[in-house]
């Protein structure tokens, strides 16, 4: 399994940005996928998780500090997922990973996810 990250850039505080994520060697629509975030001096930490729940469902779940302003989608058509950036503020400034397990469930450890992406930076001037 190979993920692709992209998206990335410079942004004023208030902007919007999207984050791709595209996937590819395995189908793509059964399994999980999840960001993460790695801010300059800290530790990488949970952003945003997008589960398989059964047929054409799934559920998201976001850490505290992005919800009302991220959203995680995907498009299996495109075998990709996305990460919709909306009210950024300086303090997500950081490279951003994708991730996906081996499981329809994605969760919010690290340990639970087994392919990464290679990271995408988002810097947010204030």
């Known amino acids: 399994v190979q993920l692709q990250a992209s998206g990335g850039g410079l942004v004023q505080a208030g902007d919007s940005r999207r984050l791709s994520c595209a996937a590819s060697g395995r189908t793509f629509g059964r399994y999980g996928m999840g960001w993460f975030r790695q801010a300059p001096g800290k530790e990488r930490e949970f952003v945003a998780a997008i589960s398989w729940s059964g047929g054409s469902a799934y559920y998201t779940e976001y850490t505290d500090s992005v919800k009302g302003r991220f959203t995680i989608s995907r498009d299996g058509a495109k075998n990709t997922v996305y990460l919709q950036m909306n009210s950024l503020k300086p303090e997500d400034t950081a490279v951003y990973y994708c991730?996906?397990?081996?499981?329809?469930?994605?969760?919010?450890?690290?340990?639970?996810?087994?392919?990464w992406g290679q990271g995408t930076l988002v810097t947010v001037s204030s």
């Open positions: 991730a996906a397990p081996r499981r329809p469930m994605a969760g919010r450890e690290e340990e639970e996810y087994d392919y």
